[in-house]
C-alpha cells in the first residue's frame, strides 16, 4: 500500500470532513468543481423486489421471497439469492456472499440427494423462448467480457482501475460488435 507524502498528510489533516446522505435524489450528471476535492461518490440503487411468479411464495411486505441459507419454502428445488432472498441490503460483497450461502445450500442438497438432478428441466429453455418472443436478446457472459475489457482499457488509460460505461445503449453497443 502506497503511504501519503507529507502535503497530503496535511491536505488531509486540514482539509474540511462533511459527509452525509441524500436520499430520494436523481443526479443526471456530477460537475468538477476545482476548489472541491472528492476522492468518492457512491451510486446507490434503491430496489424492492416484486412478485412475477404467482406459484411461488412471496412475502409482499418485505418483499422477499421466504427462504432458509436459499432454500424457497414450500418450493423443493426452488432457490433464492440477492434482494429477493434478504430484501434491499447490504454491499455487493454481502450480495456476493449470500450467493455463496445459496450455491452451498444447493450442493448441499444436490449431494445429499435432495435435490433430483437425474432429469433435465425446461426453466431455461422456456427463459429463451420467452425471450426470443418478446425481441429480447440477453447479454450473454462473453458480452459481459466485451464490455468489462474495454471499461479496464479505458480506466487504465486515465489512471484508473475502471472507466464504467454510463448507459446501458452504450453497453448494448459494446457488447453487440
Known amino acids: 500500500m502506497e503511504v501519503p507524502g507529507d502535503k497530503e498528510l496535511e491536505r ?27 476522492g468518492l461518490v457512491i451510486s446507490s440503487i434503491g430496489y424492492k423486489s416484486l412478485s412475477i411468479d404467482p406459484t411461488v411464495p412471496f412475502d409482499s411486505r418485505r418483499a422477499i421471497v421466504p427462504n432458509s ?4 419454502h414450500q418450493a423443493a428445488g426452488l432457490y433464492c439469492s440477492g434482494w429477493l432472498k434478504t430484501g434491499p441490503t447490504g454491499v455487493i460483497a454481502t450480495t456476493m ?3 455463496f450461502d445459496t450455491a452451498r445450500s444447493l450442493l448441499e442438497d444436490v449431494d445429499s440427494g435432495t435435490l433430483d438432478i ?9 427463459v429463451n423462448m420467452l425471450l426470443e418472443e418478446r425481441g429480447v436478446k440477453p447479454v450473454t457472459f462473453s458480452d459481459w467480457e466485451k464490455i468489462d475489457s ?5 480506466g487504465e488509460a486515465c489512471g484508473k482501475p475502471r ?15
Open 12 to 38: 488531509r489533516k486540514n482539509a474540511t470532513k462533511i459527509w452525509g446522505f441524500r436520499f430520494y435524489r436523481s443526479p443526471t450528471e456530477i460537475f468538477a468543481d476545482p476548489n472541491v476535492s472528492c
Open 69 to 72: 441459507v436459499g432454500r424457497v
Open 97 to 99: 456472499n449470500n450467493s
Open 118 to 126: 437425474s432429469t433435465g428441466k425446461p426453466g431455461s429453455q422456456i
Open 150 to 154: 474495454l471499461e479496464m482499457r479505458k
Open 163 to 177: 472507466e464504467k460505461l454510463l448507459t446501458v445503449e452504450e453497453m448494448l453497443k459494446v457488447a453487440r460488435t
